[in-house]
């Protein structure tokens, strides 16, 4: 199994970014996925989540109206859109891949975003 992430960097606020984890080892279609990010001190965080078939995505409140996520099946990869960032969105940001039965849980490396001021 293995995620990849790419898409994150330096932006200045009210920027935008594409994060995206390409997927491998796996039937990327019969799980859910999330974006999940760390800040400095601070614990790791959901973000968005995002069914297998695509359909009812989940955001966090603090990036409701903000983000989107995605994702294609056929390319075995989900995204992340990030636009209007605020320097409080610099975090790393992880890809999961997760399934409940049986158990299936896998991170990616992560990617550094960094939005400032």
């Known amino acids: 199994v293995q995620l990849v992430e790419s898409g994150g960097g330096l932006v200045q606020s009210g920027g935008s970014l594409r994060l995206s984890c390409v997927a491998s080892g796996f039937t990327f279609s019969n799980y859910r996925m999330s974006w999940y990010r760390q800040a400095p001190g601070k614990e790791r965080e959901l973000v968005a989540a995002?069914?297998?078939?695509?359909?009812?995505?989940y955001y966090a409140d603090s990036v409701k109206g903000r983000f989107t996520i995605s994702r294609d099946n056929a390319k075995n990869t989900v995204y992340l859109q990030m636009n209007g960032l605020k320097p409080e969105d610099t975090a790393v940001y992880y890809c999961?891949?997760?399934?409940?039965?049986?158990?299936?849980?896998?991170w990616g490396q992560g990617t550094q975003v960094t939005v400032s001021s």
């Open positions: 995002i069914s297998s078939a695509g359909s009812n995505p």
């Open positions: 999961n891949a997760f399934g409940l039965l049986p158990r299936f849980d896998y």
